[in-house]
C-alpha cells in the first residue's frame, strides 16, 4: 500500500479537492468589496435573466454529461481502466462539458446575484478547469489511440471557439 495520501494520488485526485474548493468559492464566498458598486437597473434585471440562462444550460449541460458518460464516470480525471472514448452527445461539441457546463454554471450564478467579485470566482475556476482538463487529456491520449483525431475536430471548452 502506497503511503501517499489519497488527496495527492497518482490519478489526480487533488485536482477533485481544488476545484471542490473553487466551486464552494463561487457559491459561497465573499460577494462583493467595500467600495464596489452595486448593479443598477436595466443592469441588474438583465444580469438576473441572463444569470438565469446561463444557470439552466450549464446544469443541464453537467447533467447531460454525467449521464451520457454512463459507466465511465470517475470522480478523478484519470480514465477509468475499462473506460470507452465518449465523442457523442455532449462531448461531440466540446471534449470537457462537464467543465464547461460547471463554468457556465457560475457565471450564470455571479450574473444571477450580481456580483463582480463572484464572476472573478468564476474566471478562476475556468483557469483551473482548463489546466485540469490539459492534464487529464494526456491520459487520455495515453489510453486511447483515436484521442488526438477526436482532439482536432471538437473544441476543448466553449463550443467553436476554445
Not at 19 to 44: D, N
Not at 81 to 101: A, D, K
Request: positive net charge; aromatic residues 18%; proline residues 7%.
Amino acid at each position: 500500500m502506497s503511503s501517499t495520501p489519497w488527496w495527492k494520488g497518482v490519478h489526480g485526485e487533488w485536482y477533485v479537492v481544488a476545484q471542490a474548493a473553487l466551486f464552494g468559492l463561487v457559491l459561497f464566498g465573499p460577494r462583493t468589496m467595500p467600495g464596489w458598486p452595486a448593479w443598477i437597473l436595466p443592469y441588474a434585471l438583465l444580469g438576473s435573466i441572463v444569470g438565469g440562462i446561463a444557470m439552466l444550460i450549464g446544469g443541464l449541460g453537467f447533467v447531460a454529461s454525467i449521464a451520457r458518460l454512463g459507466t465511465n464516470l470517475t470522480a478523478a480525471p484519470y480514465p477509468k481502466e475499462q473506460g470507452t472514448l465518449i465523442e457523442t452527445g455532449p462531448y461531440c461539441f466540446v471534449r470537457h462539458p462537464m467543465y464547461s457546463g460547471m463554468i457556465l454554471f457560475a457565471l450564470g450564478w455571479a450574473f444571477w446575484i450580481h456580483s463582480w467579485l463572484t464572476i472573478g470566482y468564476a474566471i478562476v475556476l475556468f483557469v483551473f478547469l482548463d489546466i485540469k482538463a490539459r492534464r487529464e487529456e494526456k491520459w487520455l491520449m495515453e489510453k486511447f489511440p483515436g484521442y488526438p483525431f477526436y482532439q482536432a475536430r471538437v473544441r476543448k471548452l466553449i463550443p467553436f471557439v476554445y
